[in-house]
């Protein structure tokens, strides 16, 4: 049983350029979190995503930024116009349920650095 | 204020030290604890949840305070192995689920 996948594992964008990252949940698992770690930071919450829904996006900045997850394939985040600020590494996590005491897996993340 | 605050350190010890990390937060509304361990910014693990109770999974001791809405983690006898950064993470009541990290605790043990 493969843990969550994230590719690529490293992506360099120019500024102004568009970013695709994609996550694909543990089989079996259909709710997604993205979360984004800034350099010296802890992780912050972005979005929470179950087949087809956005169920939480208060973490997600208002401009640029935008994800989902398809009744088929991985989950994308997308991020338009990269500037050097969206330089950070980006994890998944996913999860079979919502319960609060249910334990999130962690794919091993994309580090974008934005030039 | 920060909804979870630690001391992001380093701390450096020698092996077979006993480090204690601390953590607060801020929302008393505050459901489900936990610790997770992070290498070089590779995915974060769970490495234990915290009960009222306490806790204790061989050298790692766990403690919950409700009241002073503060979780602590021990470490005995440090291994090198033990060197990464911990992170004090909990989630909410209608929280759906999502885990809200502090900034990370930096151990780094020494020979």
């Known amino acids: 049983n493969a843990g969550v996948m994230q590719n690529p594992r490293h992506l360099v964008r120019r500024r102004g350029q568009e970013a695709r990252l994609r996550c694909s949940p543990m089989k079996g698992h259909s709710h997604v979190y993205w979360y984004r770690q800034l350099p010296e930071e802890g992780l912050k919450f972005m979005v929470y995503?179950?087949?087809?829904?956005?169920?939480?996006e208060s973490g997600m900045p208002k401009e640029r930024f935008s994800a989902e997850f398809p009744k088929e394939g991985p989950s994308i985040l997308r991020i338009q116009q990269v500037v050097r600020g969206d330089s950070a590494a980006y994890f998944c996590?996913?999860?079979?349920?919502?319960?609060?005491?249910?334990?999130?897996?962690f794919g091993s993340g994309t580090q974008l650095s934005v030039l | 204020r920060k909804e979870v605050e630690q001391d992001p350190g380093p701390f450096n010890v020698p092996e077979g030290a006993t480090v204690a990390f601390n953590c607060t937060y801020s929302?008393?509304?505050?459901?489900?604890f936990f610790w997770y361990r992070q290498d070089c910014r590779k995915e974060p693990k769970l490495l234990m949840s915290v009960y009222s109770s306490g806790n204790e999974d061989g050298r790692f001791t766990a403690q919950l305070n409700r009241a002073s809405q503060y979780i602590s983690l021990l470490i005995r006898d440090s291994k090198l192995s033990d060197s990464a950064t911990y992170l004090c993470?909990?989630?909410?009541?209608?929280?759906?689920?999502?885990?809200?990290f502090g900034q990370g605790t930096t151990l780094q043990v020494k020979p």
């Open positions: 995503l179950q087949k087809e829904n956005i169920i939480d």
């Open positions: 929302n008393s509304a505050s459901q489900s």
């Open positions: 996590a996913s999860s079979p349920g919502t319960s609060t005491n249910e334990k999130l897996f």
């Open positions: 993470v909990v989630t909410f009541s209608g929280n759906t689920g999502k885990l809200i």
